[in-house]
């Protein structure tokens, strides 16, 4: 097998994260931002709609012959790093991160193919019930039995769970794991909203009382889709902590120029420009890690990419926190307001941490998947050198 080439973004990835930025800064402003996050369904389903029909940005894993871009997952981390820099209201997680990429790993199907179409132009949304507070662990992340297409359980918090249209499901079957698609307004759903530390994220608790669903997949099927659904999730998630750090790190460095203290701007004190370059190195190290997971997960030839994506969770986690954290600090006071817009991102980096399993969690697997392997004298996972 030939050597993947030195990985580098592309002038058309470049474009995409151009064209999000302006749509971000044009449409979805911070006072746009706080007024959606007040209203029931917690984003605008027209500007939902348009980040599909005219940006494309919802459907670049979808294969181009079921309506999408069929782009790559290093285009979905550009994507989710722009649009997380700017808190885009809205099912990212859920449809984008989750549902779409359960949808595109399981076989395909009449009800599988048209649900992806809805999902990629942003018509429908969908959120994927499952235990999603730890990595992938088999059945383990089902909290719902299936017995044939009758579904019994509950899981949550689920992200998006309370706007979604359709709910795919992950459930514990006599055979194996059961990947299935249920109406939100089905008989025998209930999807009860949650208060959530993240404003711009809303999570529901959803109970299924013998509700009917279309299974999708079963078996190795459906357990390849939901591996595959962690897998991207947890790199787009990573990808979204960049762009978080990366806002944060721009506001400080720029309150810093303007905040006068003793006739100086507080930037010119070295304490504050050492806290900053401390930052922008975190930054880059979590945007290296994200964007290689992302790549990982593209050509298997890269690295094993669960261990590439348990790297970018532990790394961009704990950059996302730590810069959100010191970004209060440095703005002083206004840090702590609810007037400034820091408190809405240090929510996002403190509510993303536990999401998909925490960095801790992901160390373990780390270590797990290299440190124990060397103990066996056996064969560790393929890792990049360079």
């Known amino acids: 097998m030939a050597e993947p080439v030195e990985f580098d973004v592309t002038e058309e990835q470049r474009a995409l994260r151009d064209a999000l930025r302006r749509f971000a800064e044009r449409q979805h402003d911070e006072a746009t931002l706080r007024r959606l996050v007040d209203t029931p369904d917690g984003f605008d389903r027209a500007l939902w709609a348009r980040l599909g029909s005219e940006l494309g940005a919802l459907s670049l894993a979808v294969p181009e012959d079921l309506g999408g871009a069929g782009g790559t997952c290093v285009d979905q981390a550009v994507a989710a790093e722009e649009l997380g820099a700017a808190l885009v209201t ?3 997680l859920g449809t984008v991160g989750l549902a779409v990429p359960a949808l595109v790993a399981a076989p395909g199907g009449a009800e599988r193919d048209a649900l992806l179409a809805a999902l990629a132009d942003g018509t429908r949304t969908a959120a994927l019930v499952a235990r999603l507070t730890a990595p992938y662990d088999g059945a383990s992340a089902a909290g719902v039995t299936a017995d044939g297409d009758r579904l019994t359980g509950a899981a949550g918090p689920v992200p998006d769970a309370g706007s979604a249209d359709v709910l795919l499901v992950a459930a514990a079957g006599p055979d194996g794991p059961v990947l299935a698609a249920v109406a939100a307004d089905a008989e025998g759903v209930t999807v009860q909203r949650c208060g959530s530390l ?36 947890g790199a787009l998630l990573a990808a979204e902590q960049v762009g978080v750090a990366q806002r944060l790190l721009d506001l400080t460095v720029a309150y810093a120029k303007e905040r006068l203290q003793f ?14 370059a401390d930052m922008l190195v975190a930054v880059e190290q979590a945007r290296s890690a994200a964007l290689h997971a992302a790549w990982a997960i593209d050509d298997p030839r890269v690295d094993d990419a669960d261990l590439a994506v348990a790297v970018a969770q532990a790394t961009c986690s704990q950059t996302a926190y730590r810069v959100a954290a010191d970004t209060v600090q440095l703005h002083g006071g206004i840090g702590f307001t609810w007037e400034h817009v820091a408190h809405l991102y240090y929510k996002r980096a403190v509510a993303d941490a536990a999401l998909l399993g925490s960095a801790e ?11 124990d392997t060397l103990a066996e004298d056996t064969a560790p996972p393929r890792v990049a050198t360079g």
Do not use: M, N
């Open 361 to 371: 969690t992901y160390r373990e697997r780390i270590a797990a998947a290299v440190l």
């Open 90 to 92: 809205g099912p990212l």
């Open 263 to 276: 006739g100086r701007p507080i930037g010119s004190f070295q304490a504050v420009k050492h806290r900053c």
């Open 198 to 233: 993240d404003l711009t994220r809303p999570v529901a608790r959803v109970r299924l009382d013998g509700a009917c669903g279309t299974v999708l997949a079963t078996g190795e099927d459906a357990d390849r889709a939901l591996r595959h659904a962690w897998r991207v999730g």
